[in-house]
């Protein structure tokens, strides 16, 4: 069975510096892998995703993953971190025909 | 379209009392999932369908739990009776199916379950 790890529940970062949410994932298949953002009181929006191709995927608001099937991560990073950033994040990995989540990590913004 | 739609958006019950959330899927989607969302258990998928047909329901916690899809536009989650540790962010999802799922699950905002 498929399934995702989300390393560290919380992180906290300051105004404009480097975001790093970590996965990794475990498939007996070629996986693929999403990362989704919840805002307060919201419903999931993705972020991106990995299916096919290139290993480096870019999203919405400035995020990006990159695919290591060596290290089996798909870490979310974003360059500079604004205050708009502040949200759960989780990622996800499909298996069949349903999406398992990891555990979600809040990510807080310093200002 | 306007996205995954749930009622309501929240409801505080009684234990006991029966609850049902209501879900309208994106329309021409041939998926349709039920999350439930906890501080202690994070995001569990509790059901999902297929062109209306019950696939998996290992998710769902107990009887007292039931899900249907009667048509292709619209599902419902049944809490009978509804408990405290039913509280709870209820998600619905819907999906159009590609190889292996490649394509995203479009959620709702939610349905936070109060039960006192």
């Known amino acids: 069975a498929q399934s995702v790890t989300q390393l560290g529940s919380h992180v906290s970062v300051s105004e404009g510096a480097l975001v790093l949410l970590r996965c990794n994932y475990s498939?007996?298949?070629?996986?693929?892998l999403f990362w989704y953002v919840q805002y307060p009181n919201q419903g999931l929006q993705l972020l991106l995703k990995?299916?096919?191709?290139?290993?480096l995927v870019k999203g919405i608001n400035g995020f990006e993953a990159e695919f290591k099937k060596s290290e089996t991560s798909f870490h979310l990073t974003k360059p500079s971190a604004h205050m708009s950033d502040a949200a759960e994040y989780f990622c996800?990995?499909?298996?069949?025909?349903?999406?398992?989540f990891g555990t979600g990590t809040r990510l807080t913004i310093i200002p | 379209d306007a996205g995954v739609i749930q009622s309501p958006r929240h409801e505080v019950t009684e234990m006991g009392q029966e609850v049902t959330l209501r879900c309208k899927p994106i329309?021409?989607?041939?998926?349709l999932f039920w999350y439930r969302q906890t501080m202690m258990r994070g995001l569990e998928l509790l059901i999902y369908?297929?062109?209306?047909?019950?696939?998996?329901d290992s998710g769902m916690p107990e009887d007292r739990f039931s899900a249907k899809m009667p048509n292709a536009s619209f599902s419902t989650l049944k809490i009978q009776p509804s408990e405290p540790r039913d509280s709870a962010v209820y998600f619905c999802?819907?999906?159009?199916?590609?190889?292996?799922?490649?394509?995203?699950?479009?959620f709702g905002q939610g349905t936070r379950l109060t039960v006192v």
């Open positions: 329309s021409g989607h041939d998926y």
């Open positions: 369908f297929n062109n209306n047909v019950p696939i998996d």
């Open positions: 498939s007996s298949v070629p996986p693929y």
């Open positions: 996800a990995v499909s298996s069949n025909e349903k999406l398992t």
């Open positions: 999802a819907s999906s159009l199916f590609r190889v292996r799922m490649n394509t995203e699950a479009f």
């Open positions: 990995y299916t096919t191709g290139a290993t």
